[in-house]
């Protein structure tokens, strides 16, 4: 990491206006100590908990009525996509995803918060001696997949990603997508004060919510590979799941509370923290393509305004020109769509610019990825464009592609690690020794996979070949 960007991160711990993507990258630094993260979380925790509103949860105000609670919420939802799948199957059209590209647009704008999955609980690894944090330990080793890529949450919303082509979208995010991953970051590296927050918090993302059920169906149904979604409707279950888990914790530790009342007003602000940022149903509702195809293009025009020559005139403008102000390309786009060389609405084979973009021998061929031109396909195609991706086509492999960063370079801390955990034989000491590698930035790397197995060996030797 250069100096310049180290320096404007450290400036992050003394603003207090907050810009998401600088935070969100600053907690998964591994440069920057645990100590300041720490004190910037604490910040940033003590400002959102200060303005969230006790109104926005929807708790109970007694432990004895969280679990009937849980379970009404739950019901309510299985009964809604009950309602949902007896509808599809009377011959009603899908109800998130009209095509593909907005598939491809969900899965970009959730990206930030599905990369930190499980993030909010690192902090409580580090409790292993406290029996009342087992089961929240227990929830994050499931995250993490015990250790193994296949089966670590991190990697497989990356290798979904990576086998789509959608890797290096988010650039074409705005900073609200990245609220509430910093939120869960920020969570991480909360001191022992913020643990009610904390089961709060976990206790609203364990719930099993519609949209997870629609998209993990309709993701399916458009030829996705939707893993990642089908495995948090299998662990996210309140019969013996992560649910089940978070229920157990709060009773556990609402017990050894002095202040009862202030530790479930606490656990209500930490479960108000869910609402910060953009949720997966606002993503949903507020799909827009076409303003997706926009960015799409502004981002090839910093590009494109330097190479193309100057003898075609467009509507009394070279194509230079045209992309040399990004405040002209939704104008260049309507331009080309009135002189009809992309016809909206139709197959997006009878748009010269498509051909274009398209085939091997057009002029613009490489220009765009194939995720892009996905994208402009069903941008052009509209609702005409409604069928799947071929199931060979975008299968995600269980291949682990964001293994580590330069991974081959961290071989010596590697061994180092190994050695030490080898030379070690108390049990305590080496739990504290590989909780480093647990952390939201390396527990998908090659050093996390194999200290989550460690970890997990020793805190819960019955979960041997669970993960496997």
């Known amino acids: 990491m250069s100096v310049v960007v180290k320096q404007r991160l450290l400036e992050l711990l003394q603003e207090q206006n907050k810009n998401f993507y600088e935070l969100f990258n600053f907690f998964l630094d591994g440069n920057i100590s645990c100590h ?24 109970p105000n007694e432990i004895e009525e969280f679990k009937r609670w849980y379970l009404n919420e739950n019901t309510k939802v299985c009964l809604e996509y009950q309602d949902y799948l007896k509808k599809r199957q009377e011959g009603a059209q899908r109800q998130y995803f009209v095509n593909i590209a907005q598939a491809f647009e969900f899965l970009i704008k959730v990206a930030p918060t599905k990369k930190v999955d499980g993030a909010w609980l690192y902090s409580v690894i580090k409790y292993w001696h406290d029996i009342e944090f087992h089961e929240l330990i227990l929830i994050y080793l499931e995250e993490l997949g015990g250790g193994y890529e296949k089966s670590n949450h991190v990697c497989i919303y990356n290798n979904l990603l990576h086998s789509l082509g959608l890797e290096d979208f988010e650039y074409y995010l705005d900073d609200a997508y990245y609220h509430n991953a910093v939120v869960q970051l920020a969570l991480a590296y909360a001191p022992p004060e913020f643990i009610p927050e904390i089961i709060g918090f976990n206790l609203g993302y364990e719930q099993l919510p519609l949209h ?3 998209s ?13 979604f089908n495995l948090h409707i299998t662990i996210d279950n309140l019969a013996n799941g992560h649910a089940h888990k978070s229920l157990k914790v709060l009773e556990q530790v609402y017990k050894g509370f002095k202040n009862k009342d202030d530790f479930l007003n606490r656990v209500k602000q930490g479960y108000a923290l869910n609402n910060l940022g953009i949720s997966s149903t606002q993503i949903i509702k507020n799909l ?5 195809v926009l960015q799409i293009f502004k981002k090839k025009a910093q590009m494109g305004q330097f190479i ?7 509507a009394c403008k070279t194509v230079n020109q045209w992309l040399g102000k990004p405040e002209q390309i939704a104008d260049f786009i309507q331009t080309l769509i009135n002189k009809k060389w992309i016809k909206l609405n139709a197959e997006p084979e009878e748009s010269p610019f498509w051909k274009m973009i398209h085939y091997p021998d057009g002029k613009m061929y490489g220009v765009f990825t194939p995720a892009e031109r996905r994208i402009i396909h ?6 005409v464009s409604t069928e799947a991706l071929p199931t060979n086509l975008f299968k995600s492999a269980d291949l682990n592609f964001h293994n580590a960063d330069l991974s081959y370079l961290n071989v010596a801390e590697f061994d180092i690690l190994k050695q030490q955990i080898a030379e070690t034989s108390h049990s305590g000491l080496t739990l504290n020794t590989l909780i480093p590698f647990l952390a939201p930035h390396v527990h998908h790397s090659n050093i996390g996979l194999w200290s989550t197995q460690k970890y997990a060996a020793i805190l819960f030797p019955y979960l041997d070949n669970t993960f496997k």
């Open 36 to 59: 300041l993260k720490q004190n910037k979380a604490t910040e940033l925790l003590r400002y959102e908990l200060e303005h969230i509103g006790q109104s926005e949860s929807s708790l």
């Open 212 to 214: 997870l059920l629609i």
């Open 216 to 228: 993990n169906y309709e993701l399916k149904e458009l030829g996705i590979d939707a893993k990642y």
């Open 288 to 292: 827009n393509t076409e303003h997706f």
């Open 308 to 314: 193309h020559n100057d003898q075609k005139v467009i």
């Open 378 to 383: 069903d941008w052009i195609a509209g609702e």
